[in-house]
């Protein structure tokens, strides 16, 4: 059974950076996408960023761009999400979840498997 598990959260100040690190195991990455979702309190679960199966990313968190970046090492069966810049409208629990498509899907139902959650606070 597919399982995922983030981490890498923290505190941070204004402009810091964090990465966080989603473990696969139970299976390889070589039949999923994996996608990091964010959920902040009171609102809905977003999806940000997402590694396709087949090749490339999708970036669905417009204020992300130029600040994040999402790789994959299949070999270390691990997916990262690096956060430079970050600002205090980041903070919420980040989540990976895989998909066993080819290509990613903005839509939280499509995933299959969710790691259980790393909290990020960016305040100073």
């Known amino acids: 059974q597919l399982r995922l598990v983030d981490s890498g959260g923290g505190l941070v100040q204004p402009g810091g950076s964090l990465t966080l690190t989603c473990t696969v195991s139970?299976?390889?990455?070589?039949?999923?996408?994996i996608g990091w979702f964010r959920q902040a309190p009171g609102k809905e679960r977003e999806a940000v960023l997402c590694?396709?199966?087949?090749?490339?990313?999708?970036k669905y968190a417009p204020s992300v761009e130029g600040r994040f970046t999402i790789s994959r090492d299949d070999a270390k069966n691990t997916v990262s999400l690096q956060m430079n810049d970050l600002k205090p409208e980041d903070t919420a629990m980040y989540y990976c979840?895989?998909?066993?498509?080819?290509?990613?899907?903005?839509?939280?139902?499509?995933?299959?498997?969710w790691g259980q959650g790393t909290q990020v606070t960016v305040s100073s």
């Open positions: 979840a895989a998909i066993r498509e080819y290509y990613c899907t903005r839509y939280k139902e499509g995933y299959q498997s």
């Open positions: 139970g299976s390889t990455l070589d039949y999923y996408s």
């Open positions: 590694s396709n199966l087949i090749g490339g990313s999708r």
